[in-house]
C-alpha cells in the first residue's frame, strides 16, 4: 500500500490517496503512511535484498537458463548465501517478486506406439550392436525436431558396421510411410552399389509402423529379417534379502 501511495502522490497529494483508501476498506492514515517511510527495514527484507543479489548473480551467469530449482541447488553447491542457508521457497518467492524465470522445455512427443494385435518379430540383436560387415545389421527408428511450425519427424536406418546413416526421411506425420520411404531409399542406395543384402538383420524398436503389414512385406521381399528389441530386465542385488528390478 506504501508503495501505491508513493508512486502516485506527486500527482494526487498523500492525504487525499489515503481518504480514498479508508472510503474503500483500506484504512490508512497519512501519519501511518510516514510513519512505514521512516520505519528502517525489518530483518527479513534485508536478507531477502541480500539473497536477491545472488539469485540474479546465478540467473544471469546461466544466460537466463535456470530455473528457480537449478538457481537453489546452484547456491547450496556454492555452500552459502551472504553466509546464510537459503530456502528453495525463498528462492521462488524472489525469483517470482523479481520477474525471474528459466528456459521452460516443450512438451514431449511420444514416438513408439506398438501394436499390441501384430505379430512380434524376435529379439535377434540381444543388445549386442556389432557387425562383422557391411549390411550385416542394420539399426532403424524416427524421432522428431521441435520448429516454429510444429514437430517434424525423422526416420532414418543406420548401418552398424561403419555407423553410417545410409538414407533419412523427414514428414509431419508418423504414419508407416515416414519410416517405409527410409527404407526404401537405404535399399535403393544398396542396390545402387552393388551390394546384396540377403540375410540383413533390420532391427527396431516396437512401434506400430514397424509391425505393419507393409512394412513387414517389404523387409520380405528384399530378403531381410526383422528384428524386434526387448526391454532390458537386469536385477541388481542392493541388499541381502531385497532385490529390485532396474
Keep these: 500500500?506504501?508503495?501505491?501511495?508513493?508512486?502516485h502522490r506527486a500527482r494526487f497529494g498523500v492525504a487525499p490517496i489515503c481518504r480514498v483508501l479508508t472510503e474503500h476498506g483500506c484504512p490508512i492514515a497519512p501519519e501511518t503512511y510516514y510513519a512505514a517511510l521512516r520505519r528502517p527495514p525489518c530483518a527479513r527484507a534485508v536478507r531477502d535484498t541480500a539473497v536477491l543479489v545472488q539469485i540474479q548473480r546465478v540467473h544471469?551467469?546461466?544466460t537466463g537458463l535456470?530455473?528457480?530449482?537449478?538457481?537453489?541447488?546452484?547456491?547450496?553447491?556454492?555452500?552459502?548465501?551472504?553466509?546464510v542457508p537459503v530456502a528453495r521457497c525463498t528462492v521462488e518467492r524472489l525469483m517470482r517478486e523479481a520477474a525471474l524465470c528459466g528456459v521452460r522445455r516443450g512438451r514431449t512427443v511420444r514416438t513408439t506406439w506398438p501394436d499390441?494385435?501384430?505379430?512380434?518379430?524376435?529379439?535377434?540383436?540381444?543388445r549386442e550392436f556389432t557387425a562383422s560387415r557391411p549390411n550385416e545389421l542394420w539399426v532403424v527408428d524416427f524421432t522428431y525436431v521441435a520448429t516454429f511450425a510444429g514437430f517434424v519427424y525423422v526416420a532414418f536406418a543406420i548401418d552398424v558396421f561403419s555407423r553410417m546413416i545410409l538414407r533419412w526421411?523427414?514428414?509431419r506425420t508418423m504414419r508407416t510411410d515416414l519410416p517405409l520411404d527410409a527404407l526404401n531409399m537405404a535399399l535403393w542406395h544398396r542396390a545402387r552399389a552393388g551390394h546384396s543384402v540377403?540375410?540383413?538383420?533390420?532391427?527396431?524398436d516396437a512401434g506400430s509402423q514397424y509391425t505393419s503389414i507393409r512394412y513387414t512385406e517389404r523387409l520380405l521381399d528384399a530378403g531381410a529379417q526383422a528384428s524386434i528389441g526387448t526391454v532390458c530386465q537386469r536385477w541388481v542385488?542392493?541388499?541381502p534379502l531385497v532385490l529390485f528390478e532396474c
Excluded: N, W
Excluded at 76 to 83: K, L, M, S
Design 237 to 239: 542385488k542392493i541388499d
Design 1 to 7: 500500500m506504501t508503495g501505491f501511495i508513493t508512486a
Design 169 to 171: 526421411r523427414a514428414a
Design 60 to 62: 544471469e551467469a546461466s
Design 116 to 126: 499390441t494385435t501384430a505379430v512380434r518379430a524376435p529379439d535377434l540383436v540381444k
Design 66 to 83: 535456470y530455473g528457480a530449482r537449478k538457481v537453489y541447488h546452484q547456491l547450496r553447491r556454492e555452500g552459502r548465501v551472504d553466509c
Design 198 to 204: 540377403d540375410g540383413l538383420v533390420h532391427h527396431s
